[in-house]
C-alpha cells in the first residue's frame, strides 16, 4: 500500500512539473531573449540594449501610462457604483433581483468580441448624434462596463453576510444613514470591495479586445501596442517589455499572496 | 442600505450600455446598409458556415484536452498539503495575469522557424514546420485557458468533506471505488463550469488563430472583426448567431449542472 | 392603573403593523412609566420585537402613534430619538475595539476627548470591564461582548433603553448571572429599561412590570406576581410557569364544576353555568387521603426535581400536575385538595365550542349522495348526505371533527395557528382563518404562528336546514 503511494506521489510530482515547464517554458524563453544582443532567435551575447530602447519608446511609455489611467479611473469608478449597486439589488426581492442579476452578468457570460463590436455600434451612433470620436472616453466607459460585474459579484456575498443589524446599531448610536455607511458598513464590506477593485484593476489593465474596437483612431494602451508591435515587425523590445511585466506580476501576485495567508493566520487566531 | 436606490445609478448604466447595444447589434443584424429590414446579412453569414464549425470544433478539442490535463492536475493538488496547494495554486495563475497578446507572441516566439523547438529538433535530425496550423492553434487555446479548467474544479474539490471520503473508505471502499462513488460525481459541478470558461472564450477569440494558425484556420472572431470594419450588418449577424449560440450553450450547460447535482 | 403617578414616558397608541398583508400588531396601547423595567413577553412570532422596533424607530407604524414625553414622534429616525438599544447578536462593530465601540455615540454627538474618555472609563466600570478598552472585539467571549453592547447603549444616556432578546446567544449559567447583573445595572443607572424575551423566567426575575403579547395583541399587563397568579386567559396562564388548565363550569358566583367535582372558589361575576377555563398551579394542590381529597386520582408517574417531586396524576381521562414535597407511590390512589383561593377561573379563548358554520349548498347530486359548499372562497365537498342545490344549512362541526391535514390537502389551505393550550386530555389548538376562528382538538404538539392546512370530517358533523329551497 505505502510502495504504491510513493510511485504515485513521484508520478504526481512529474506531472505537476511538466505542467510548470508547459506554462512558464513560453514565458522564459521571452526573458531569455530580452537579453540577447541579436534581433533573431540565435543568440549573439548578453546585452540589455532592448530595455534601453523600450524606455526610450515614447509609444510604449506612452500606451503604458494610457493603460495604468484607464486602469485606476476604470475600477474606481467600477468600484463606486458596482458597490451601491449591490447595496440596492440586494433589498429587491425574488424574480426582480435574479432578472437585475442577471442582466449584471451579462458582460461576464457574452463573448468578449460581441461586447466590443455591440459598444462600438453604440459609439458610433452617439458620436454622429453628438459630434466625438471614440477615444479615451468611450474606452473608459467600456472597461466600467466590464469591470462593474466583477464589483457586484465580490461584494454581494459580503452584504448577505452581514449582520444588518450592525447598520441599525450605527443609526441607533446617533448615525445618518450616510454616516452609518462609511463608519461601519463600509467596513465590514471592504474585502468584497477590495477584490473587485484588484479584479477590476487587472481585467481593464490586461483588456484588449474591448479597447481595440472602441479605442477610435488614435488611443493606444499597452495590449494594442503589443498587438501593432507583433503585427508590424518584431521587435526584441517586445521581449524586454515581457520580462518587465512578468516581474510586475510576480511581485503583485507575491503581496497579494503574503496578505491573504496573514488574513488566513489572523482567522485561524481569533477561532 | 434598505434601500434600492443606490442601484438606480448602475441600473440606468446597465440599460445604456448593456442592454442598447445589444439591441443594436440585434437591429443592425435584420437590416440592411440603408437601414431598411432585410434578411440579408444572415444570408451573408451562411457563407461562414464552414468557419463557425471550424471554430466550435477547435473550441471543442481545446476544452477536451484542457479537461484531461486539468482534472487529473486538480486531483493531484487536492492530495497535498495545504501550504504546498496555495502555491502551486498561485504558479498556476501568474501567467494567466500576464498580457493575453504576449502570451501567444511567446508560443509564436517558440514554435516558429528557427525558433529554440525548431532549433532543439533540428540538432536531431527532424526538421518541420511548426507553426501555422491547426496543432498550434489548439496548442495556443490549452495554454490561455488551461487555468480556467484547473481553478474550478479543484474549487470543488477541495470542499468534499474528507470526512465523507474516510466514511467510504470506511465502509469498505477501495480507493478507486472511492474515487468513483464519491469524488468523481462531487467534482461535475466544477467540470462542468471548467468547460464553461473554456469553451465560451475559446470559441469566439480572434487572436490565437491569427498568430499561431494557418490561412484555413480562421475562426469566428476573426471574421467578426474583419468584416465588421467594413460591413457591420453582415458583421452584427454573425456576432448575434454567436451569442445565441454562447446563450443556449450556457443553458445547456447550467440544465446539466443543476441534473448533475440533484443525482 | 395603580401607576398613574410615575410619569409616563413612552406610550404606544393604537399601534397598527402590517408587513407584506400579514398583520404584525393588531391595535395595541401601551405605557411606559420612567425608570421603570418593563419586559415584553410572548412566543417568537407574536410581535414583540416590532414593538420594540417601533419604539426604537427602525418600524414605522401603519396607523396608530407613538408618543414620547408628551409629543408625538412618529417618522423620527432613530438618530434623533433618545433611545437606545441593545441588540439580539450585540451587533458590536467588528472594525473597533472595546472603546471605540463604546465610544462610538458620544464622539457622534462631538463630546469633548477627555469627557468621552472619562465618561467610556466610568461606563466600562460599571459594565465589570475594566482594562478591556484595547481588547479587539472577537477576542470577547459571549457575556463580554454583551456587557461592552450595554455600555454603548447605556454611555449615551437615553432616556429608555430597548434590549431585544440579549441574553439568548448565552447558555443557561451565564444567562442567570446576567440576568441579576442587568436589573442591578438598571436599578444603578435609574434608566427605563424596555426588554423583550420569549423566556418567562427571564421576565418575572427582572421585570417591574411584565406585558404578554400573542399574535399581535397584548394578552395581559401587570407585576409578575399579577400575570403569574391571575393570568387573565388561558393562554397567560400556560405560557407562565407551569399549569394545570381545565376545562369547567361556573354553576354560580364563587360556585365551580371540575372533573365532575363541585368545588368552592372565590371568582364572581362570570354567571350561571358558563363554560370557563380553570387555572390549578401544580404547587397548589395538597395531597391528601384518597377519602379527604376533593379530587381523586391514580399516581402514574413521579419525578424527583430536586426541590420537589412532579406527580403525574390520572384523574378520570384527565392529567393532572402536582409538585409536592412529599413523594407518593406510582399505581396509588391519592386525594388532591385546593385552597378556593388558589383555584383561578378564566374566560374561555373562544366564546364558543363548536364550530358553526351557516352556508348555502352551491351543488348537489342525489345520484351520489352529497352537495357541495362553499366556505371562504373554496368549494368543499360534502358526501353521505344530500340536500337540494340552493338550501340554506347550519353545519356544526364539533372540535372533534377538525384536523390538520399534510400539505397541499385540506378543505382550507392556510389557517393560522394562533394558540395551543394543554387541557390535561387533549390539546385545545385555536385557528385562525381568513374569517373566523376554529377550535380544534389534537394529541400533538402544533407550532403556533405558522400556517397550516385544516380538514374537516363532515361524518362527524350536525346538520340542520336553515331554509329550504323554493320549489319551483
Redesign the interface.
Known sequence: MKKTNKKNGILSKIYIALIMIFLYAPIAVLIFYSFNKGKSTVWQGFSLKWYEQLFKDDNIMNALGNTIIIAVLASFFATILGTAAAIGINNFKGKKRVLIQNASNIPIISPDIVMGVSLMLLFTFLGVMFNFEMGFVTVLISHICFCVPFVVLNVMPRIRRM?S??Y?????????QW?AFY??VI??LMPGIFSGLLMSFTYSLDDFIITYFTRGAKFQNLSIEIYSMTHRRISPKINALSALLFLAVLIIMIIINLRERHEEKVKAQ?T | MKSRKPSIPYIIWMVIFTMIPIIMIGYTAFTDKNGNFSLEPFANAFFYTGVFMKSLWIALISTAICLLLAYPLAYIITKMRHSTQNTVIMLMMIPMWMNFLLRIYAWVTLLQDNGPIDMLLSMLGIHATYIGNTGAVVLGMVYEYLPFMVLPIYTVMSKIDGGLIEAAQDLGSNSLAVFRKVIFPLSIPGVISGITMVFVPSASTFLVSQYLGGTDDIMIGDIIDKIFWTDQNTGSAISLILMVFIFVFLILMNFFGDEEAIA | MEQTAKNTIVSLKDIFVRFDGEVILNHINLDIHEKEFVTILGPSGCGKTTTLRII???VEPESGDVIFDGKRINGT???KRN???V???Y?????LNVFDNVA??LK??KFPKDEIKRKVTKMLATVDLKGYEKRNI??LSGGQQQRVAIA??LV?DPDIILLDEPLGALDLKLRKCMQIELKEIQQKTEKTFIYVTHDQEEALTMSDRVVVMNNGVIEQIGTPEDIYNEPVNAFVADFIGEANILNGTMIDDCRIKILGRELECVDKGFGKNTPVDVVIRPEDIEITSPENGQLVGTVEKLTFKGVHYEISVRCGKCEILIHSTKSAEIGSEIGMRVIPFNIQIMNKLLPFYDNIIETKVTYSSEDENCFEVELEGETVKVENKYYPQGTSVKITLPPEALSLAGDGNGHLKDVYIESVVYKGEHNEIILESDERKWLMLSDTDEQVATYVPLAFDFSKAQFEVIEKVKEG
Open positions: 449582520d443589524s450592525i441599525d446599531a450605527a443609526l441607533d448610536l446617533g448615525c445618518n454616516q463608519k461601519v467596513h465590514e481569533k | 426604537g424607530g427602525f429616525p432613530p438618530n433611545v437606545n438599544t441588540f439580539q447578536k451587533s458590536l462593530f467588528p472594525h462610538f455615540g457622534l454627538k472577537s477576542k454603548r447603549a449615551c
